[in-house]
């Protein structure tokens, strides 16, 4: 690759660099370097599908702990964003009246 990049007065490096994208003589050379491609290389192998195995029939559902455990997160949060909302909708309407009040 060097031998043929300096008959033709380019460096390896710069085929290497971001040179290859902007000056259409090295893009060239680097386009002459790569190998010949094959058309239908990717018809050579095609993949078989994964078989997964079956879920096992005799799972246990999820306790009732794990449920209430995600009832209770679930409320919290519906909680926090509704506190945060009137807390935003409160700071919106005290600014609104600050604003009639100095208009």
Request: glycine share 6%.
């Amino acid at each position: 690759m060097s031998a043929a990049a300096v008959d033709v007065g380019i460096e390896p490096w710069e085929l290497h660099s971001e040179l290859v994208l902007v000056c259409p003589e090295v893009w060239r050379r680097a386009r002459e370097l790569l190998p010949e491609r094959d058309p239908d290389a990717f018809l050579a192998g095609l993949r078989q599908p994964i078989a997964l195995p079956p879920a096992p029939a005799d799972e246990a559902p999820a306790s009732p702990r794990v449920l209430a455990a995600v009832a209770l997160y679930t409320l919290r949060r519906l909680l926090h964003a509704a506190g945060f909302g009137f807390v935003t909708a409160g700071g919106l309407a005290a600014l609104a009246s600050l604003a009639e009040l100095v208009h």
